[in-house]
């Protein structure tokens, strides 16, 4: 059973700080990754998908690798803004696979 | 498209009541899923559908939930009886061959 697991719980940072997202998943063997963006008391956005075969995907600030062996993803948030804090969650799976979620950072950006 | 749509945004019923969750995927999408979150368990996947058919449903917590997707543009997720627990924020999202997954704005259920 695939398990999903992001550390730290919440991060809190001043603006303008560059800062990385850890995603760990237990089975390698996923056809993608993709990490979702989450303000309270709404639904989730996705912000970037990356396949099995890709190594990273970049848009705008943000840019997420994926290193299958080692059963690792990161999404990092550069020159980070008040309107980056929201909840950032990782889902694992895709194709003939289940996906699952992550229980998601909360990051708050300080002005 | 309008992305995916979700009816109704907001459900307050009493327990014991019947309540049905409705959802029309983006269109052409093959895949469909019901996810339920709450601050205790995080998100959750209760159900997904390929081509309208249910491919898993180990995460339905009971026999008092079910999912039905008659046609590619529509599901329902129907809770009988509901019960105070149940009061979570149900997301149904879509993709396109199990790749990237587009949510809901989720309905907000209050089981009293």
């Known amino acids: 059973k695939q398990e999903v697991t992001q550390i730290p719980a919440a991060l809190s940072v001043p603006e303008g700080e560059n800062l990385v997202l850890n995603c760990s998943f237990t089975?390698?063997?996923?056809?993608?990754l993709q990490w979702f963006r989450q303000d309270p008391g709404k639904g989730l956005t996705s912000l970037l998908l990356?396949?099995?075969?890709?190594r990273e995907q970049t848009s705008g600030r943000l840019n997420a690798s994926l290193d299958k062996s080692s059963g690792r993803s990161t999404l990092y948030i550069a020159a980070s803004q008040p309107g980056d804090s929201a909840t950032y969650l990782c889902?694992?799976?895709?194709?003939?696979?289940?996906?699952?979620f992550g229980t998601g950072t909360k990051l708050q950006v300080i002005p | 498209d309008a992305g995916v749509i979700q009816s109704p945004r907001h459900e307050v019923t009493e327990m014991g009541q019947e309540v049905t969750l409705r959802c029309k995927p983006i269109?052409?999408?093959?895949?469909l899923f019901w996810y339920r979150q709450t601050m205790m368990r995080g998100l959750e996947l209760l159900i997904y559908?390929?081509?309208?058919?249910?491919?898993?449903d180990s995460g339905m917590p009971e026999d008092r939930f079910s999912a039905k997707m008659p046609n590619a543009s529509f599901s329902t997720l129907k809770i009988q009886p509901s019960e105070p627990r149940d009061s979570a924020v149900y997301f149904c999202?879509?993709?396109?061959?199990?790749?990237?997954?587009?949510f809901g704005p989720g309905t907000r259920l209050t089981v009293t």
């Open positions: 999202a879509s993709s396109l061959a199990n790749l990237e997954q587009y």
């Open positions: 089975d390698s063997a996923i056809y993608n």
């Open positions: 990356i396949q099995s075969s890709q």
């Open positions: 889902a694992a799976g895709g194709g003939y696979q289940k996906v699952t």
């Open positions: 269109s052409g999408h093959d895949y």
């Open positions: 559908f390929n081509n309208n058919v249910p491919i898993d």
